[in-house]
């Protein structure tokens, strides 16, 4: 019995550790994409004050990029939402 409740024990200690790791990953991506996104509106607006066509390419150029990664990390995000309902269930 004693060893089967110091096993529990251990068990539940790994399983809080891989949940509090996943909830930081998960926070930190939220965090990357708000700045992603604050960083998407803010080169929108520059790029409609622009006049220079070549800077207009670049800053379009920049938002594509953004627009690409933000889209990668919400995907990562859902992935790791979905994970975390699993580990709760």
Not at 3 to 22: G, H, M
Not at 43 to 72: C, G, P
């Amino acid at each position: 019995m004693k060893v089967t409740k110091k096993l529990l024990r251990k068990l539940k200690r790994i399983i809080s550790a891989e949940q509090k790791v996943q909830a930081e990953k998960y926070n930190s991506l939220k965090k990357v994409l708000k700045s992603l996104r604050i960083e998407k509106v803010r080169l929108a607006a520059e790029l409609e004050k622009t006049s220079d066509e070549q800077e207009q390419e670049e800053i379009a150029s920049r938002l594509k990029v953004i627009s690409v990664q933000r889209k990668k990390g919400l995907n990562l995000l859902k992935e790791l939402k979905k994970q975390r309902k699993k580990s709760e269930a």
